[in-house]
């Protein structure tokens, strides 16, 4: 987990709000995963992204969530008009050194609820 | 559409004895394996992984074996210790388009060694 940092670490937000999550990958990686942890289930993937473009969103909800990795800067997660149903923890993921097998290094993520 | 599977959603051993998480998959496409551990408030952190032309993997106390005709893996957590006491998370991958290597996890099974 050392290197992927993701903040706020809780974030509280009523009904109607944006969120926006951050992450900053290990030191001289330029991709990122998010993934989200609905209480009592696993984690499902969301997005993979590389700096500057998006690479796979086929697990992102359809309408309220996007991403974006900047050249400069953590890549954000946005949530607008969050409802009850985005309550989750969300993570944030740098591929490891063996990027063949599909191991990643994970951050502590950030836990939102929603009010 | 539940691609990997962990039926047991919790198991508790006794320290020094063998603990054993199963996992069953889906999808014939995934041609890696992995094991997550979890602690509360934390992301997961790597524990093993075997590809899908092996049968077993083995890194200290932890042995994953695959049965790929079964569709079934399993991890050996030998001899068990108290700080082994974690959500174990099952997760398998395929290279997807676009060079993503997105994770499906299962939903994880609470492991607790009793001192």
């Known amino acids: 987990n050392a290197g992927v940092m993701q903040n706020p670490r809780h974030l509280v937000r009523r009904r109607g709000q944006e969120a926006r999550l951050r992450c900053s990958p290990m030191?001289?990686?330029?991709?990122v995963y998010w993934y989200r942890q609905l209480p009592e289930e696993g984690l499902k993937f969301m997005v993979y992204l590389q700096k500057e473009n998006i690479i796979d969103e086929s697990g992102m909800p359809k309408e309220r969530f996007s991403a974006e990795f900047p050249k400069e800067g953590p890549s954000i997660l946005r949530i607008q008009q969050v409802v009850r149903g985005d309550s989750a923890a969300y993570f944030c993921a740098s591929p490891g050194p063996g990027t063949g097998t599909g191991e990643a290094f994970f951050g502590q993520g950030t836990r939102l609820t929603v009010v | 559409d539940q691609q990997v599977k962990q039926n047991s959603p919790s198991l508790s051993v006794q320290e020094g004895r063998i603990s054993i998480l199963n996992c069953d998959y889906t999808?014939?496409?995934?041609?890696?394996f992995l094991w997550y551990k979890k602690y509360p408030a934390e992301g997961p952190t790597f524990l093993i992984s075997i590809s899908s032309i092996k049968d077993k993997n083995e890194d200290g106390r932890f042995t994953v074996f695959l049965n790929k005709s079964a569709k079934h893996l399993s991890l050996h957590i030998v001899p068990s210790q108290p700080g082994d006491s974690a959500v174990y998370f099952c997760?398998?991958?395929?290279?997807?388009?676009?060079?993503?290597?997105?994770?499906?996890f299962g939903s994880g099974t609470q492991l607790t060694v009793l001192p």
């Open positions: 030191k001289g990686h330029s991709h």
């Open positions: 999808n014939s496409m995934f041609d890696y």
């Open positions: 997760a398998a991958t395929f290279l997807s388009s676009g060079s993503a290597r997105q994770l499906t």
